[in-house]
């Protein structure tokens, strides 16, 4: 945004007044451009990793503030210009959400950005008792190295995976999305830089059984660490949860919004 100025009476405002975001300073308004994204109406979770100090991750919608044990604050071309770095350190943000699972088997849309993530790393999730949930890059399964991966387990051995297209483990930028519509109907996408990128033409590399849970999770969610799984040694940013699939045009939105695109 061009920064520009509008002359004014000064007997009506005080010098460095604020009104809604332009700063009123020696009689002139400042149009300051916001570090600050807009988000979905139906984002429930955001974490838009601001702070660039501190041990605690700020949940700017919901008030599910994480607490960061290990990672540390990296400046750069970033929302509010800090990320989380957890490259030359060991540990995780504990964030909770055990009832995230109810928003996850109703449709839901989860946003993030990473940035040199290894071929074998664990991303975000849970791995306690069943159910679980886990977002990776799974070296598990051959060919899979490297990639996004989704899987979700439950009672009885059922789960469900799936796979970008995309080999997100070359060092760069990435903005990974997973969207579900329907998990028990296998109508579930991942998306990496603004584009849909499911492999096998969409269709999970497994679906066995009813993916539908009456249990919340049983340990909580962690960023850089599934725990029981492994840990993660990324960087990370901007952490968007919404109660409802996003339309294409809204995850190519939001991926053109991030600053260092």
Not at 68 to 81: K, L, M, R
Not at 116 to 142: K, L, W, Y
Not at 155 to 169: F, G, L, Q, R, V
Not at 186 to 211: I, K, Q, Y
Request: glycine content about 12%; proline content about 3%.
């Amino acid at each position: 945004m061009t920064q520009g100025t509008i002359q004014i009476d000064t007997d009506e405002f005080d010098s460095a007044e604020t009104i809604d975001g332009l700063e009123v300073t020696d009689g002139a308004i400042i149009l300051e451009e916001s570090d600050q994204l807009e988000t979905p109406d139906s984002t429930i979770h955001h974490w838009p990793m601001m702070e660039g100090g501190g041990s605690t991750l700020t949940d700017e919608v919901n008030g599910e503030d994480g607490d960061i044990s290990g990672p540390s604050w990296v400046d750069g071309d970033w929302i509010g210009g800090y990320a989380l770095d957890a490259t030359e350190t060991s540990g995780s943000v504990v964030l909770g959400l055990e009832d995230l699972i109810s928003v996850i088997e109703e449709g839901c849309t989860i946003l993030l950005t990473v940035q040199d993530v290894g071929s074998d790393e664990q991303i975000f999730g849970e791995e306690g008792n069943e159910p679980r949930f886990r977002i990776s890059t799974d070296s598990s399964q051959s060919g899979q190295a490297g990639r996004f991966n989704f899987n979700y387990r439950g009672p009885n051995d059922n789960w469900t995976a799936y796979y970008s297209e995309t080999d997100i483990s070359d060092g760069g930028i990435y903005r990974l999305g997973l969207r579900i519509t329907d998990i028990d109907d296998e109508d579930v996408d991942l998306w990496v830089n603004g584009e849909e990128d499911t492999a096998s033409g969409g269709d999970p590399a497994r679906h066995d059984g009813n993916m539908t849970f009456s249990e919340n999770f049983t340990e909580g969610l962690e960023l850089f660490s599934v725990p029981d799984r492994g840990e993660g040694d990324f960087i990370a940013d901007n952490l968007l949860i919404c109660d409802e699939p996003l339309s294409n045009d809204e995850i190519e939105s939001d991926y053109n919004s991030q600053p260092w695109v």
